[in-house]
């Protein structure tokens, strides 16, 4: 499985091209799967609730697995006991056989990534930021070195070059 973030600042538009790519690539047939890093002090809220692992839950399961005859599961948890690393979280994955695994946040993780990058990120700078393989950027390109930097307002380019230098190189 490839394994590639999007990551950058609060409000630097991480979920949006998450969105994008994620339709892009399977548009062209991979089987795509995320994590997504909560960095918000309020809970998580499902999105929505089956009410049968519902009344588990309220009975007083701290977790409810449902898995259909359309081979869906959706797997709901109280808090865990302890902290879960990302590789822990990324292993949930194994038995499922997915192409690409796109992260978004876990900014100082050790895996490739895209830095998703504001006008007022730029002072900034990538230095403190490792495995960064490529930028978004709002405005021109001014990024010097060898990491290429894209366009936020032409994504068609940078998921040309996902394709190419990420899924088609195997690099991960």
Not at 75 to 92: F, G, M, V, Y
Request: glycine fraction near 6%; charged fraction near 25%.
């Amino acid at each position: 499985m490839i394994i590639h973030q999007i990551t950058g600042f609060t409000n630097s538009g991480k979920t949006t091209i998450m969105t994008e790519l994620i339709a892009y690539l399977s548009d062209l047939g991979y089987r795509v799967c995320t994590i997504k890093h909560h960095g918000h002090t309020d809970s998580l809220k499902p999105e929505y609730e089956p009410k049968d692992s519902m009344k588990h839950r309220n009975a007083g399961a701290k977790a409810s697995l449902v898995y259909s005859d359309q081979n869906e599961l959706q797997l709901i948890a109280d808090q865990t006991p302890e902290k879960l690393t990302l590789e822990q979280l990324i292993s949930l994955y194994s038995v499922f056989h997915f192409d690409i695994l796109l992260i978004e946040g876990y900014k100082h993780a050790g895996y490739p990534k895209t830095f998703v990058m504001r006008d007022q990120d730029r002072k900034t700078g990538l230095s403190d930021f490792k495995h960064v393989k490529a930028t978004i950027s709002q405005g021109p390109a001014e990024q010097p070195g060898t990491t290429p930097v894209f366009q936020r307002d032409r994504l068609d380019e940078y998921f040309e070059w996902f394709l190419k230098s990420i899924v088609k190189e195997g690099s991960s």
